[in-house]
């Protein structure tokens, strides 16, 4: 069973579901309709590109190219991570795109390999479409993970260096907080996990179901892509933590606090006020 086609006027009749959001926007004054626009818009010419220019990956299923493809979302990934932590790009992006590699690839490859015993593993069909589950968890983990760990040592600076003060080393000093972070940035992984297929039906499942696989097969794949997601996301956010320590700290483990970006600020739109404490 083949699943069936959605047409342009299908599409459109699809994006008239919008104008329930954009009225209740309207209504209560909520000044999302803009944002909401701009955000269909820009999702949809992103995904069309993307179609478009996967249907010539799939094609040639090239190895490099389907690597580097996947290399490519994971820099847009480590990108869009430190945007979002309100973070300073040039100190930390080069350490978080090598956590996300590290843990992300690692977890893809071994996936394709032992999991779904591929010939291939740079096989563009699997790698690029799974390459995305995982970096798309990942990145949601990575940007509440690191922005509770970084925005904690903030507000808690007199407590951080009382730790230090009474002889921690810096790793005794962090951990606490490396702690919280990463429960935060675990709990709604592990929340999906707990309640899959009876709260909701994840996507991988439904998307294959549409296609015609059998339902048991297709809660096979919901399984082992679910467990791959937590432990790359949990992998990614502690590599990543642990790899910037190295550049937001100095020796004697106080914050560098010139990693921080002024909230609200973007490069290019005029100067940056210094900071000159804490919030």
């Not at 990575?142 to 951080?160: L, S």
């Not at 550049?247 to 483990?253: I, K, M, R, V």
Request: glycine share 8%; net charge positive; with cysteine.
């Amino acid at each position: 069973m083949v699943s069936p086609d959605i047409s342009i006027p299908s599409l459109i009749l699809c994006f008239l579901l919008l104008v329930i959001p954009l009225a209740i926007s309207y209504r209560i004054k909520l000044q999302i309709s803009r944002t909401t626009i701009d955000s269909v818009f820009r999702m949809t010419v992103q995904l069309g590109m993307v179609g478009v220019f996967l249907t010539y990956v799939f094609d040639l299923n090239n190895g490099a190219l389907n690597l580097a493809w996947v290399l490519g979302m994971v820099t847009i990934a480590s990108y869009t991570t430190i945007r979002n932590v309100e973070l300073k790009m040039d100190k930390l992006l080069l350490p978080v795109i090598l956590s996300f590699t590290a843990a992300n690839l690692s977890v893809l490859l071994y996936f394709n390999e032992f999991v779904l015993d591929l010939g291939n593993l740079l096989e563009a069909r699997y790698l690029i479409p799974i390459g995305g589950m995982i970096l798309g968890n990942s990145l949601r983990g990575n940007i509440v993970g690191m922005g509770d760990f970084y925005e904690d040592i903030r507000r808690n600076e007199n407590r951080y260096l009382y730790s230090l003060s009474l002889g921690a080393s810096r790793y005794e000093a962090l951990i606490p907080y490396i702690r919280k972070c990463l429960r935060s940035a675990l709990r709604p992984t592990l929340a999906n996990i707990a309640t899959a297929g009876v709260v909701f039906l994840p996507g991988m499942m439904t998307g294959q179901i549409l296609g015609g696989a059998s339902p048991i097969l297709a809660i096979k794949y919901q399984i082992s892509i679910m467990v791959a997601l937590y432990v790359s996301t949990a992998m990614s956010t502690t590599f990543s933590i642990l790899s910037t320590i190295h550049t937001a700290f100095d020796e004697y483990g106080l914050v560098n606090k010139e990693i921080y970006r002024e909230k609200g600020t973007r490069k290019g739109k005029g100067k940056k006020k210094n900071r000159t404490h804490w919030a």
